[in-house]
């Protein structure tokens, strides 16, 4: 019932930009934080951002400044702006909801920096 499909992702220099969509079904979008976790090959899946349901922002130290996060309710969206890439920002992004105690996920997109 709860989908949540990112988009967004792709290759770019690095000090480039890119924003990154998450769009939500089966949920009262304004009702929902969300935020935005990545995985690096090998790595664990790091949490990046999260937009509260007050609309409250925090961010990862390794992306604070750099990266900002934004919803558009009436299109049942997240976004993560990304600004200022580094290679090691290369990664899968999943946006992520919770809903009566469980996580949903999305199915994630890849972001590729090059130097």
């Known amino acids: 019932q709860v989908h949540l499909v990112e988009s967004g992702g792709g290759l770019v220099q690095a000090g480039g930009s890119l924003r990154l969509s998450c769009t939500a079904s089966?949920?009262?979008?304004?009702?929902?934080?969300m935020a935005w976790y990545r995985q690096a090959p090998g790595k664990q899946r790091e949490w990046v951002a999260i937009?509260?349901?007050?609309?409250?922002?925090a961010f990862a130290d390794s992306v604070k400044g750099r990266f900002t996060i934004s919803s558009d309710n009436a299109k049942d969206t997240v976004y993560l702006q990304m600004n200022s890439l580094k290679p090691e920002d290369t990664a899968v992004y999943f946006c992520?909801?919770?809903?009566?105690?469980?996580?949903?996920w999305g199915q994630g997109t890849q972001v590729t920096v090059s130097s």
């Open positions: 992520q909801t919770t809903r009566y105690g469980q996580n949903y």
């Open positions: 937009l509260t349901i007050g609309g409250n922002t």
């Open positions: 089966g949920i009262i979008f304004s009702n929902n934080g």
